[in-house]
């Protein structure tokens, strides 16, 4: 069977890349994953550990002249956000990624590539299979569930790490190395619902659906001012509301990942018939007015709004309704701060990710990114006020350290030596605002000396994500002349 990938180069690493791509690997589902990557190790006669978590680390020995030189660690995640665009029927549970070439691209057919963070797990195992790649000793871990909460770098036995250099594959702008990241944590609302019988006579039923939003990485573009579907939601729910004060809401739900801008969102509205015209009008002005404010970040944005013949047998009180809309309005969404350090870097940020019912409640799901601590809780803090307020339940989960940077570093001078040999002209070192394993290490293995790099890739978390192919044949090109310096 001929390959989606055969002609792409680096081959190896796309071999593998295309490989990884054929077994199931959502966050919280990373069997098959882990042990096709245990089965490499071992088929490869490499050391290799499997933990609890379904982390996997495999050693490989310096090859000739690099017996003696200091061990690398080369380290990225094995699962994936998992998105498809609405009617595309793909089950992640058990079908491979659909991948195809556009251009320069690699994309998949409706749904999130696993580019992030498969690019490093392949040319991870490209370098570990080569007989003919000059490198020192080398541990590759590659962990598990770092999309949703860092759960294998938590669980990560650091005694099982010997190296104390660390190469993170899991960045995605070529020509940059990070030496710092944002710190972060979940935030989650439950609001006890009231549920009210309603009679449907002369009422009308209409569904409104948030659609056309780019959404993207809560942590790499919550500075592009792009919309946020349940944000809107609220925004278009109050509207309505004083239009119509005999307004129900039967059902709400947005977004599906805590780290994703969220895309799209659903509610079901009931109201008089009498009132219909008035309530569309609104509607109406309402998506005009959010159209025209994105009209530069999210163009295809619109409100579709559809009458529905729908059995309704209860909706949410007035009293619920009311103190949902509060919540959502006030909860903080986009850049909180700016950092002071380094121009350009969002230093604390809030995404309102997550609305869904769950029979008598309404669960709002936020993820809060700071590269301050201090910062970090005060935005915490004012969701738990929110809480308070409306009387609902608050909790906190999720918490991970940020990366802090450090003055000196062999292993960034190794990386901005090599970069100026190849290209002439110097590596940017920056932080970023995203959430990096590299956090979790360094407060695990203080010591560590550590960088993050990567290919170019764009739309990451959304169905819309894309693999630069020229950019990857770089980036691993730099990495093997790094390896190749660490002598």
């Excluded at 129900?248 to 009931?270: D, M, V």
């Excluded at 579709?304 to 309704?321: A, G, M, P």
Aim: aromatic fraction near 6%; hydrophobic fraction near 35%.
């Amino acid at each position: 069977m001929t390959r989606v990938l055969e002609r792409l180069k680096p081959e190896r690493v796309f071999y593998y890349f295309e490989e990884i791509s054929k077994i199931p690997r959502c966050s919280f589902k990373e069997e098959k994953i882990s042990n096709f990557l245990k089965e490499f190790g071992e088929s490869h006669k490499l050391e290799t550990y499997q933990d609890e978590a379904l982390n996997i680390i495999i050693k490989k020995p310096g090859t000739k002249g690099y017996e003696n030189s200091p061990t690398v660690v080369l380290q990225g995640h094995m699962d994936m956000v998992c998105e498809k665009e609405d009617g595309v029927d793909h089950d992640f549970s058990k079908d491979p990624i659909k991948l195809k070439v556009e251009g320069d691209f690699v994309k998949a057919q409706g749904t999130t590539l696993g580019g992030d963070n498969g690019i490093a797990v392949a040319m991870a195992l490209a370098i570990l299979e080569s007989e003919d790649i000059p490198h020192p000793p080398l541990e590759v871990l590659i962990t598990s569930n770092e999309e949703s909460g860092m759960d294998g770098a938590k669980a990560l036995d650091p005694k099982l790490i010997n190296g104390r250099i660390l190469i993170n594959i899991d960045s995605e702008e070529e020509g940059v190395i990070l030496a710092g990241c944002a710190g972060g944590e979940r935030n989650k609302v439950r609001l006890p619902i009231s549920w009210e019988v309603l009679d449907l006579k002369n009422k009308a039923i209409y569904s409104i659906t948030v659609s056309g939003l780019l959404g993207g990485h809560s942590g790499m573009e919550i500075d592009k001012g792009r919309g946020n579907a349940n944000k809107i939601m609220a925004r278009a729910l109050s509207f309505i509301k004083d239009e119509c004060d005999s307004l129900c809401l039967a059902h709400i739900e947005g977004g599906s990942k805590a780290n994703a801008i969220p895309r799209n969102g659903n509610a079901i509205i009931i109201f008089e018939k009498e009132n219909e015209d008035r309530i569309l009008k609104a509607i109406k002005a309402v998506n005009e007015l959010i159209q025209m404010e994105l009209r530069n970040t999210d163009p295809d944005f619109k409100l579709i709004v559809e009458r529905v013949e729908t059995k309704i047998d209860k909706v949410l009180s007035e009293d619920t309704f009311n103190r949902l809309i509060s919540m959502l309005t006030l909860i903080p969404t986009g850049v909180e701060s700016m950092s002071r350090e380094i121009e350009g870097l969002v230093e604390s940020s809030c995404n309102l990710a997550i609305v869904r019912i769950e029979e008598n409640e309404i669960i709002v799901e936020s993820s809060i990114r700071s590269s301050k601590e201090v910062l970090k809780s005060n935005i915490s803090k004012q969701i738990k006020t929110v809480a308070d307020i409306i009387r609902a339940e608050w909790e906190s989960y999720g918490s991970y350290p940020a990366w802090e940077y450090k003055e000196d570093s062999k292993i960034r001078e190794i990386f901005e030596k090599v970069y100026k040999d190849l290209y002439g002209t110097d590596i940017k070192v920056t932080a970023i605002h995203a959430g990096l394993e590299c956090g979790i290490f360094a407060e695990k293995i203080p010591d560590m000396d550590m960088i993050s790099f990567g290919p170019n890739m764009y739309g990451v978390h959304t169905p819309d994500e894309k693999l630069s192919i020229s950019s990857t044949e770089r980036v691993y090109d730099l990495l093997l002349n790094v390896l190749k310096e660490i002598k």
